[in-house]
């Protein structure tokens, strides 16, 4: 997990030539996490687990199908699906696919489970000409990020809301990470009680410009706000498009029956953007540097 968080980081001051690391090097080292299997799993209630080792993507089951939280790389596709089935669900029951951001290792399955589902693609507003360009912003000739477009179906913006049988999501801007960065908010049962489930679309800096010249228009301001709303949300269950977001592994090996879940961690999401907030002022610090001293 650091080795993942400190690659981020370093990658984010490429464009800036303050760190030598190439996109390459970094795709090298986190790439067989992010491909490694991991088997899926009932997270809570009627949500599942069915990502690989170093992406999240979760199924929800609702009364009149499934809905698809992101993908991971194109090559896990095949692993994804399996995962689906493992759990005794059927990849055509997937009505609807939804976004957290239109970066290629969360989208590289959209166009082949759209293309064999018919599944609804729902995504952040802002994200929609990436996903159907299947580039990443600011940097759209880029092949190293390049990924297979996907017709997008319906945008989202702050507050919107999406159905499925009795399962209704609402959806959060939390740009930053992507300009129509999104996170998905619903509730669940926990035993007698009710919690609200925050998926997290995401808050590091990973490969974004902060100055010069900008990754977008405005996105230092993006950042900003998507933290100070993020850490004000009441949230029971952090979730997020990595499972280091909020400690996955380590809490799906704590998971016994009749014991507490251990997903259920009221107030994370606040220490958690807390230390994001943290990162990226250094990150703008070091590129703003970087940028002076070029």
Not at 144 to 157: E, G, I, M, N, W
Not at 249 to 258: L, V, Y
């Amino acid at each position: 997990m650091r080795t993942i968080a400190a690659a981020l980081c370093a990658l984010a001051l490429i464009a800036t030539g303050a760190q030598a690391q190439t996109l390459k090097d970094f795709m090298a080292t986190v790439m067989k996490k992010w491909t490694a299997p991991f088997e899926p799993y009932e997270l809570i209630d009627n949500i599942y687990y069915v990502g690989t080792d170093g992406i999240a993507v979760y199924i929800i089951k609702t009364s009149q199908g499934l809905i698809l939280i992101d993908t991971a790389m194109q090559q896990s596709t095949g692993m994804i699906k399996d995962n689906i089935t493992k759990l005794g669900f059927k990849v055509a029951d997937i009505k609807i696919i939804l976004n957290s951001h239109a970066h290629l290792d969360h989208t590289g399955g959209f166009a082949e489970i759209k293309k064999e589902t018919g599944a609804q693609m729902i995504a952040g507003e802002r994200d929609k000409p990436l996903l159907e360009g299947g580039y990443y912003p600011g940097d759209e000739s880029n092949a190293d990020l390049a990924f297979t477009p996907v017709k997008v179906d319906r945008t989202v913006k702050e507050g919107d809301k999406v159905t499925l049988g009795d399962t209704t999501l609402t959806a959060h801007a939390t740009p930053g990470h992507s300009p129509g960065c999104t996170s998905w908010e619903m509730t669940v049962k926990d035993g007698n009680a009710q919690r609200n489930v925050l998926f997290f679309c995401s808050g590091t800096v990973a490969l974004n410009r902060l100055v010069g010249r900008p990754t977008y228009p405005g996105i230092v301001d993006d950042y900003r706000s998507t933290f100070a709303k993020v850490k004000a949300m009441k949230v029971d269950v952090l979730l997020g498009p990595h499972p280091e977001v909020y400690d996955m592994q380590a809490k799906r090996a704590q998971m016994k029956d009749g014991a507490p879940n251990p997903f259920v961690k009221p107030g994370e999401n606040a220490s958690y953007v807390a230390g994001l907030e943290q990162d990226f002022d250094k990150q703008l610090a070091k590129q703003t540097a970087a940028l002076k001293a070029n």
